[in-house]
């Protein structure tokens, strides 16, 4: 079975521009969540979809934003974007368990350097 | 509510010696627990889980875990060091439905 894969693995942007990362996660999950990974913050949670709604978000500006299409797969758009949104964005995606829990796999991340 | 502490930031061993990383995790709800490994320039990668059952998890190249729920600890051990582990570590809880909270990570260096 194919994992998480990411589209662009690498990307470079000015600030100001908007950026649009893709995701498709392993086939039959449902879930798909988004971190973003600094080495200042280290690994943050962005939003979690579901189902194509969003179900969790964490705590980021509204210029980060997402969506999820009826095939899983899920973008992420962070709009005028700042120096500070260079980063390893890192998608996951789950096969709920019972409870809720969920066991995540990685994709290999989107590089993203804001100059 | 969440947290992961992952005690030591940089961990240093020898080549044939323990390996062990400490975490400790606080959770309202009974946790997964996770760690994952990353290497440079990678995403990261499941190296063992727990979920419920023995608390004891084996995982990939050798790595195991114990889960103390008294201690409120999964810290990630393996019997001889390799080479080819030094990596960063993260210890992650999942308790919240779509969201793990990770540790801070800490960076395994193996010195020959």
């Known amino acids: 079975k194919a994992g998480v894969t990411q589209t662009p693995r690498y990307l470079i942007k000015t600030r100001g521009q908007q950026v649009t990362l893709s995701c498709s996660p392993i086939?039959?999950?449902?879930?798909v969540s988004w971190y973003q990974q600094t080495p200042g913050q280290g690994l943050q949670f962005l939003f979690e979809y579901f189902s194509e709604t969003q179900r969790n978000k964490g705590n980021f500006p509204g210029r980060f934003s997402g969506r999820q299409f009826s095939n899983s797969r899920s973008e992420m758009n962070v709009s005028t974007l700042e120096l500070g949104d260079s980063a390893l964005y890192l998608c996951?995606?789950?096969?709920?368990?019972?409870?809720?829990?969920?066991?995540?796999?990685f994709g290999p991340g989107t590089r993203l350097l804001v100059l | 509510a969440q947290s992961v502490t992952q005690l030591g930031s940089h961990v240093s061993v020898s080549e044939g010696a323990l390996v062990l990383l400490r975490c400790n995790y606080s959770s309202s709800v009974p946790p997964y627990l996770f760690w994952y490994v990353q290497y440079p320039n990678q995403g990261l990668q499941l190296l063992l889980k727990?979920?419920?059952?023995?608390?004891l998890v084996k995982g990939i190249n050798g790595f195991e875990a114990e889960f103390k729920k008294s201690e409120t600890s999964f810290h990630l051990t393996k019997p001889s060091a390799h080479m080819s582990d030094a990596a960063e570590y993260f210890c992650a809880v999942s308790g919240d439905a779509g969201k793990s909270t990770f540790g801070d990570g800490t960076t395994l260096t193996v010195k020959p």
């Open positions: 996951a995606s789950s096969l709920e368990d019972r409870g809720g829990q969920e066991t995540q796999y």
């Open positions: 727990y979920t419920t059952g023995a608390t």
């Open positions: 086939s039959g999950h449902r879930s």
